[in-house]
């Protein structure tokens, strides 16, 4: 948890998992905007003994020079940049979008991919060559590879003895004689787990599992409402004609449901036909309990990043669909075509007599 004061929402917190299914969460979420406010103000300040600022290092972490066709030096946004730029508005409004929550929870997971010794973008795992040893002339007799900084006290003496060059030295905590071990100050910007002993402030991975904590201790409760219900199509539009198989094979209580409507002729025509379009407006208007192993498919449906709270919802069906759904269900629509006599209108005595 993020110490000290940090910004929270007033009101009751929702964020949208899909367009017509929120999530109403039990407790103030951080605004995640506003703690990224806070943490780009501490990153752009000066450290003793660091050539440049956190906020400037990061901004260049990872970048590669890339040249146009006409050899020209074109713009590249560093990695963690890019990432920290997507998710940047998350929680600055009434509610958390599904799209900001998917920018924090990606945030999170690149700087979780990248705190370890085998990364290339963190910073602890930067080789340098150092000093070891040298003799009195100045020769040096053995290297030293060292990580996150160079500036070991030999390394300092040498350069001001035999180069003439000044140099601070590093502290100790910032070298390591192995990867994944400097705690130089980039790295407690981005990846500490603990607030450092250089960067005054909660580290950028804190601040994601800070606000995301909130919706993954599955306390979250989900709801949609009559007048919004929630479209199983509406996250994956290539899925539309398999959604109905899914929804009938996948919620046994959707499927009761469904059976018990059209086994009763009042949702059959004439024709023999289902009524699909009443079917439709009834399904709008009824609120489909779910069990915990319903509410866990239609979450992974969905593809969530969150486990929610999800007992009941409405349901927004097409009427394609619900015929689908029916010839899956065994219903055999009786497709007639119907007969229409050709008017003779050759004869004006017929159509007075139509007329009257």
């Not at 003799?135 to 007799?141: A, N, T, Y």
């Not at 450092?196 to 950028?204: A, R, T, W």
């Not at 599955?218 to 004609?241: D, S």
């Not at 015929?323 to 007075?352: L, P, Y």
Request: with cysteine; hydrophobic share 35%; aromatic share 10%.
């Amino acid at each position: 948890m993020v110490s000290g004061k940090k910004p929270v929402k007033k009101k009751t917190q929702t964020a949208e998992l899909a367009p017509g299914l929120e999530v109403e969460l039990p407790e103030e979420v951080p605004d995640f905007s506003a703690l990224l406010t806070s943490w780009t103000k501490e990153a752009g300040k000066s450290i003793p003994k660091m050539p440049q600022t956190i906020l400037e290092f990061v901004k260049n972490m990872g970048v590669k020079s890339r040249k146009n066709s006409k050899g020209e030096t074109q713009d590249v946004k560093a990695p963690a940049q890019e990432y920290i730029d997507k998710a940047a508005n998350a929680g600055s409004q009434e509610s958390y979008t599904s799209e900001q929550l998917t920018a924090v929870k990606a945030l999170r997971d690149y700087l979780e991919s990248n705190n370890n010794e085998n990364s290339k973008l963190n910073p602890q795992n930067i080789k340098y060559n150092s000093i070891a040893s040298y003799d009195r002339k100045g020769k040096v007799l053995a290297p030293l590879d060292v990580y996150g900084d160079y500036r070991t006290r030999k390394f300092v003496n040498y350069q001001k003895k035999f180069k003439d060059r000044t140099y601070e030295q590093a502290p100790d905590n910032w070298i390591a004689t192995e990867p994944g071990k400097a705690e130089v100050p980039v790295w407690q910007a981005l990846f500490a787990e603990e607030q450092g002993e250089d960067f005054k402030h909660p580290s950028l991975l804190m601040i994601c599992n800070d606000v995301l904590s909130s919706f993954e201790s599955g306390k979250a409760k989900a709801y949609n409402t009559r007048r919004n219900p929630f479209n199983l199509t509406i996250k994956n539009p290539k899925m539309r004609g398999a959604a109905a198989k899914w929804v009938y094979e996948n919620i046994p209580t959707f499927k009761t449901w469904f059976d018990s409507k059209i086994n009763n002729p009042s949702y059959v025509y004439r024709t023999g036909n289902i009524n699909a379009k009443k079917l439709q407006r009834e399904i709008l208007n009824t609120k489909l309990p779910l069990n915990d192993d319903e509410s866990s498919k239609i979450q992974a449906w969905l593809q969530t990043d969150f486990k929610v709270d999800l007992e009941e919802v409405y349901l927004k069906i097409s009427v394609r669909q619900l015929n689908n759904m029916a010839e899956i269900a065994g219903f055999k629509n009786k497709k007639t075509e119907e007969k229409v006599e050709k008017q003779d209108f050759s004869d004006w005595r017929h159509i007075v007599k139509m007329v009257q």
